[in-house]
């Protein structure tokens, strides 16, 4: 069974930007969360989907936004890139038969911005 | 607010050496998660356990195990005879818990990480 895939793997952008992260869940997965990693504050929760809808959100600005696909594929946009953007963001699914409680990861997405 | 303290952020053993993490958390629910995942350089957080508030059994897994003493609210790691394939960064979790109707599965607060450097 293929795992959680994230693209792209690697995104340098500039301040201002914007980006959209994609995250393909592992097959019968149907909830979706996101966290940033930085070296300061560590790995935060950003928000989780299920069934297309929002479940629960982050301590994060409004730039910070997903959706999650019928298919429960789901994507992440940030908009005004900041230079306090840069970071890892992972994307972890969960649904499968160790239950919701069981979230698996992607390999992330890291993300520069200039 | 649900709180994961990590208090070793790093730690240098040799190979073979038994080694534990400690993680201890805070919360006011009374059923919660716990959990811990590996990442290794590569970046992936690699699932290791699964914990739940009213299973207070160790558990071993080979050369891991691990000990839940809620009365302490601890949940501690421990590699015996360490390799240096263990070289990664070790992190503990706590979920957060079933509101009423029960709707959120996915929030995660992670601890501050534990690297572990494993010497030849």
């Known amino acids: 069974k293929a795992g959680v895939t994230q693209t792209p793997r690697y995104l340098i952008k500039t301040r201002g930007q914007q980006v959209t992260l994609s995250c393909s869940p592992i097959?019968?997965?149907?909830?979706v969360s996101w966290y940033q990693q930085t070296p300061g504050q560590g790995l935060q929760f950003l928000f989780e989907?299920?069934?297309?809808?929002?479940?629960n959100k982050g301590n994060f600005p409004g730039r910070f936004s997903g959706r999650q696909f019928s298919n429960s594929r789901s994507e992440m946009n940030v908009s005004t890139l900041e230079l306090g953007d840069s970071a890892l963001y992972l994307c972890?699914?969960?649904?499968?038969?160790?239950?919701?409680?069981?979230?698996?990861f992607g390999p992330g997405t890291r993300l520069t911005v200039t | 607010a649900q709180k994961v303290t990590q208090a070793q952020t790093e730690i240098s053993v040799v190979e073979k050496e038994d080694v534990t993490l400690d993680c201890v958390y805070e919360?006011?629910?009374?059923?919660?998660?716990l959990f811990w995942y590996k990442q290794p350089p590569s970046g992936e957080l690699v699932f290791l356990i699964r914990?739940?508030?009213?299973?207070?059994q160790n558990e071993i897994s080979g050369r891991y195990s691990w000990n839940f003493q809620k009365s302490t609210s601890s949940f501690n790691f421990t590699i015996t005879a360490s390799q240096v394939v263990d070289s990664a960064v070790y992190f503990c979790?706590?979920?957060?818990?079933?509101?009423?109707?029960?709707?959120?599965?996915?929030?995660?607060?992670f601890g501050q990480g534990t690297i572990l450097t494993v010497h030849p």
């Open positions: 972890a699914s969960s649904g499968g038969t160790g239950g919701y409680y069981e979230q698996y």
């Open positions: 097959s019968g997965h149907r909830s």
């Open positions: 989907y299920f069934s297309e809808t929002q479940r």
């Open positions: 919360t006011r629910d009374t059923t919660y998660y």
């Open positions: 914990r739940n508030s009213f299973d207070e």
């Open positions: 979790a706590l979920s957060e818990t079933w509101n009423a109707g029960g709707t959120s599965y996915g929030k995660l607060t």
